[in-house]
């Protein structure tokens, strides 16, 4: 079978699979997929906070607004990215975040066959970017409370109060 021909033949399975992780309708029940997010109290993404979710949190949907979701988890209610949940009841959660869509960078990494392995790998065989990796792994679990972040967004001119 040629590409085009199994591209033809996927194209419908991919569709039906994708339209079962898009929120549809108000009432649908959404999963947190991401480790840790924050409920927000306008569709911005540094709102202030409502709620702080976790993975696996169930969410009802009140309206969609782009790719912003008004929701409701327990007795509060807010904004949270569409890209934050999945409306697939058999979402698979890892309790490392889980995402449904991931970047062409992402992508073409995976492609290659880039995972914790070859990285173990790669930094054996290339020990002078030790260094170099070490501020990496230290950037990566470096966490911003919501306070810093709207403090670097004030100083840098970023942040409106009365922006929507």
């Known amino acids: ?19 079962g992780s898009i929120p549809q309708s108000k009432g649908d029940t959404l999963t947190v997929t991401r480790k840790e997010t924050k409920l927000r109290s306008a569709k911005r993404l540094f709102a202030p906070p409502v709620a702080d979710l976790r993975e696996g949190d169930r969410l009802v949907l009140q309206a969609k ?23 697939n009841k058999e979402v698979r959660l890892s309790g490392e975040g889980v995402r449904e869509s991931y970047s062409a960078s992402e992508a ?37 409370s919501e306070a810093e972040v709207q403090a670097f967004l004030k100083q840098g001119g970023l942040w409106k109060e009365d922006a929507r």
């Open 65 to 87: 607004e782009g790719a912003w979701l008004s929701v409701k988890h327990k007795e509060t209610a807010g904004w949270l990215h569409a890209t934050d949940v999945s409306a």
């Open 1 to 19: 079978m040629t590409k085009v021909g199994r591209s033809v033949l996927f194209l419908p399975l991919l569709l039906c699979l994708a339209a």
């Open 108 to 144: 073409a990494a995976a492609r290659k066959g880039f995972n914790p392995q070859v990285e173990r790998e790669y930094r054996k065989d290339n020990p002078d970017l030790e260094n170099a990796f070490r501020l990496v792994d230290g950037l990566e679990r470096r966490r911003a």
